[in-house]
T-cell receptor, first 115, second 113 residues
Framework: ETGVTQSPTHLIKTRGQQVTLRCSSQ?????VSWYQQALGQGPQFIFQ???????GRGNFPPRFSGLQFPNYSSELNVNALELDDSALYLC??????????????FGEGSRLTVL | AQSVTQPDIHITVSEGASLELRCNYS??????LFWYVQSPGQGLQLLLK??????LVQGIKGFEAEFKRSQSSFNLRKPSVHWSDAAEYFC???????????FGAGTTVTVRA
């Protein structure tokens, strides 16, 4: 069984640029969530996708957007990057239907550095 | 909205000694509770979870946690730590009819020989 995979693992961008992060969910999981983990902090919920629709969103501005594809893989897009966007971005998939936060299976994350 | 507090930022423990990590949550109803572990440069791995039923929960790697509703706590314990237990530990709470987990700030565990 293949777990959650994310790409790229590391990347460096400059302020104002745009970035796309990718995530393949674990086999059989139809829900994907994205979390931002700043250095020394716990993960913060960005949004969740279920059946290709945004199912819920945390306290993040609209320049954070996402997609989910028919195969349940997902992208996180961040426009107009700011220095504070530097963080580890974690993707998590779940076999639970939307409406209930169940067990999440995390990928190893994409480390974004904004200069 | 639910929230989690992990009062201890950093704990140092000797190999073979017992370990207890504290977690307090805030939520108006019965929560879903989780403990995750994160090794350096890695994602999060689930150690154990509580949804309902027995308040003492057994997890992987010899960890257990106890849900105490009266204290709004879900403390993690291990009787004898191994050097490989050095990592960051996160407590998280989820709510019924909700789609997100709220994480604490984490506790870093250092294991000394």
């Amino acid at each position: 069984e293949t777990g959650v995979t994310q790409s790229p693992t590391h990347l460096i961008k400059t302020r104002g640029q745009q970035v796309t992060l990718r995530c393949s969910s674990q086999s059989g999981h139809n829900t994907v969530s994205w979390y931002q983990q700043a250095l020394g902090q716990g993960p913060q919920f960005i949004f969740q996708y279920y059946r290709e629709e945004e199912n819920g969103r945390g306290n993040f501005p609209p320049r954070f957007s996402g997609l989910q594809f028919p195969n349940y893989s997902s992208e996180l897009n961040v426009n107009a990057l700011e220095l504070d966007d530097s963080a580890l971005y974690l993707c998590a998939s779940s076999p639970m239907d939307r409406g209930i936060a169940g067990e999440l299976f995390f990928g190893e994350g994409s480390r974004l550095t904004v200069l | 909205a639910q929230s989690v507090t992990q009062p201890d930022i950093h704990i140092t423990v000797s190999e073979g000694a017992s370990l207890e990590l504290r977690c307090n949550y805030s939520y108006g109803a019965t929560p879903y509770l989780f403990w995750y572990v994160q090794s350096p440069g890695q994602g999060l791995q689930l150690l154990l979870k509580y949804f309902s039923g027995d308040t003492l929960v057994q997890g992987i790697k010899g960890f257990e946690a106890e849900f105490k509703r009266s204290q709004s706590s879900f403390n993690l314990r291990k009787p004898s730590v191994h050097w490989s237990d050095a990592a960051e530990y996160f407590c998280a709470v989820g709510a019924t009819n909700d789609y997100k987990l709220s994480f604490g700030a984490g506790t870093t565990v250092t294991v000394r020989a």
